[in-house]
């Protein structure tokens, strides 16, 4: 049986980011594309990538409205833009899984992105800690459940409901054993 949580919605502040630099992006290839010979191969290079890269903006703009964490009997699933990630439940040290406490937020806060987007409002990606080491976020609220795992990372997620999401993860200990 899986069981599905949303991760809230990007805030406001990253949203406003994301969708600035996507119309920036595109007002880029407008102009390309307005003021291309069809001879100007570097031209159309840089039309192809600006495109590549605006698309992919807007995509991150659009999945980070309907991305959620799965639950099933085997296995948890992150499913966010380019860092969605399955673990099976016995690389999860589940009965660590806990909602973030204001005590452990300077321990767990964000210092360092070594691959992901970090707004304000809106962290999803790979990054690194004031003093737990290495994260996989999804952080776009304030309800974060800490889901630490045997593979020398954490998972850092917003949760709509943690409170049910973190009680989910502890009932799947009772099915392993």
């Not at 069981?3 to 805030?11: D, N, Q, S």
């Not at 085997?74 to 969605?84: A, D, F, S």
């Not at 795992?149 to 917003?158: E, Q, R």
Request: some cysteine; proline content about 3%; charged content about 15%.
């Amino acid at each position: 049986m899986n069981e599905t949580f949303r991760i809230p919605p990007a805030r406001i502040p990253a949203l406003v980011i994301l969708g600035a630099i996507d119309l920036m992006l595109l007002a880029i290839v407008v102009h390309f594309a307005l003021n291309l010979s069809e001879a100007d191969a570097e031209g159309w290079i840089c039309l192809a990538v600006t495109l590549s890269v605006s698309v992919l903006f807007g995509w991150f703009f659009v999945q980070q409205a309907v991305s959620t964490i799965q639950i099933s009997l085997t296995h948890l699933v992150l499913k966010v833009p380019l860092y969605g990630r399955r673990v099976a439940l016995g690389d999860i040290q589940i009965a660590n899984v806990r909602i973030m406490t204001e005590d452990e937020s300077e321990t767990w806060g964000l210092t360092w992105r070594t691959n992901g987007i970090g707004l304000p409002g809106y962290q999803v990606g790979w990054f690194r800690t004031r003093r737990q080491g290495k994260v996989l976020a999804a952080r776009t609220g304030e309800e974060i459940v800490l889901i630490p795992t045997t593979k020398n990372y954490t998972i850092m997620v917003s949760v709509q409901d943690a409170s049910a999401f973190v009680q989910r993860m502890h009932q799947s200990v009772q099915r392993m054993h």
